[in-house]
């Protein structure tokens, strides 16, 4: 008889152990980065559609500030009444939004300002706006302004 021991080739009980915990580690990683991401993105998102709400409501306003030849400010009804001989739209200003009978923008507005002809005002007739809102720097304000017609004056 041949006692001939054959050793097989194989991993032991404490290799495969070892590669399990290290698989484990890189997989708790892989999932830690994956949450950061995705909260970061969650970030962008919610700041990229801010923006747009302000890009969009900036645009509006320029729109209807240049088309209607008359503005008025009502501040016991909290709202921006543009008005031509043929038609009209409002622009009801709430305490976290802007809304039209068209648009709403979910906006908290910090501070709005009214002038008229350079000067601050209260309330009556209006040739510009400055709206500053939260969660923004000073660089994102809006600012718009017409260009009086000249029978105002008259």
């Known amino acids: 008889m041949n006692n001939v021991s054959h050793k097989i080739k194989a991993f032991t009980l404490t290799?495969?152990?070892?590669?399990?915990?290290?698989?484990?580690i890189v997989v708790g990683l892989a999932f830690t980065i994956l949450g950061?991401?995705?909260?970061?993105?969650?970030?962008?998102?919610?700041?990229?559609?801010?923006?747009?709400?302000?890009?969009?409501?900036?645009?509006?306003?320029?729109?209807?500030?240049?088309?209607?030849?008359?503005?008025?400010?009502?501040?016991?009804?909290?709202?921006?009444?543009?008005?031509?001989?043929?038609e009209e739209k409002i622009y009801n200003f709430n305490s976290d939004s802007i809304s039209t009978s068209i648009n709403s923008f979910i906006l908290k507005t910090k501070a709005i300002k009214y002038y008229f002809q350079g000067k601050e005002?209260?309330?009556g007739t209006i040739d510009a706006i400055k709206l500053t809102f939260d969660n923004t720097t000073d660089l994102h304000r809006i600012f718009v302004y017409k260009h009086n017609d000249p029978t105002i004056y008259f």
């Open 121 to 123: 005002v209260t309330s």
């Open 36 to 86: 950061i991401v995705q909260k970061n993105m969650r970030g962008i998102e919610a700041n990229y559609n801010h923006q747009s709400q302000i890009q969009s409501l900036e645009a509006a306003l320029t729109i209807d500030f240049n088309r209607y030849p008359k503005l008025q400010w009502n501040p016991k009804d909290n709202t921006l009444l543009c008005s031509s001989p043929n």
């Open 15 to 24: 290799e495969m152990m070892v590669v399990i915990v290290i698989s484990a």
